[in-house]
């Protein structure tokens, strides 16, 4: 069964900085993985996902992702946050046998102060 | 173009009352169906997903059922509430495949009192 951690439950972080939130997967095949939004009191929107090929994932808004294979993790990157980035955000994966579920993390809560 | 309606969008209710939320979706069809739960610090947890009419699966052992009486309406029911199901529930489609996007309808927040 595939799990996901996202270690960082909470991130402040100054308008214009960068941020890097975190997020590793244990799983014993191979996976698809994915970010979500998810703006206060709405649902989900999708920042980017990583099926094959470039490790590098570019997503909306500005956001990037990695895939690392040997480190199990799929971090999301952005070098310049904006006020408007202050949201939820949620490292997913899904087994590449049975994409039919898709296991969420604990989500992190990216605060952008001015 | 596809939409997702998930209603009501927020709801109190006693302990030991029935409770019943529906979720549709609009302008595709053989769609799968998800409902998920979000509590506090516990992230989003699958409870049930549908690939087509009648055929549901549960992930949870749990005080909620769900239902598909039609192709594109998802129904998320209880017997009688309990204290701790109360969270933010969202329910999701995706065309067949959820490695290639799932959308979210705007949640219900229900609060079991």
Same mark, same amino acid.
């Given at each position: ?114 | ?53 009648? #055929? ?16 594109? #309406? ?40």
């Amino acid at each position: 069964a595939q799990s996901v951690t996202q270690l960082d439950s909470q991130v402040p972080v100054f308008e214009e900085a960068p941020v890097e939130l975190r997020c590793n997967y244990s799983s014993s095949v191979s996976v698809y993985l994915f970010w979500y939004v998810q703006y206060p009191n709405q649902g989900l929107q999708l920042l980017l996902k990583y099926l094959s090929g470039s490790t590098l994932v570019k997503g909306i808004n500005g956001f990037e992702a990695e895939f690392n294979k040997s480190q199990t993790s799929f971090h999301l990157r952005k070098p310049s946050v904006h006020i408007s980035d202050t949201a939820e955000y949620f490292c997913a994966v899904s087994d590449r046998r049975n994409t039919d579920k898709l296991i969420f993390g604990t989500g992190t809560r990216l605060q952008v102060f001015p | 173009s596809q939409t997702i309606h998930q209603w009501p969008a927020t709801l109190v209710q006693p302990v030991g009352s029935p409770l019943s939320l529906e979720c549709t979706v609009e302008g595709t069809s053989n769609p799968n169906l998800y409902w998920y739960r979000q509590a506090a610090g516990r992230g989003l947890q699958l409870l049930f997903y549908s690939v087509g009419i009648g #055929q549901i699966s549960s992930e949870v052992p749990q005080n909620l059922s769900a239902s598909r009486p039609q192709d594109r #309406q998802f129904i998320l029911s209880s017997k009688k509430l309990l204290l701790s199901d109360s969270g933010f529930y969202l329910c999701a489609w995706s065309e067949g495949p959820m490695n290639t996007e799932a959308f979210f309808g705007q949640g219900t927040r229900l609060t079991v009192v």
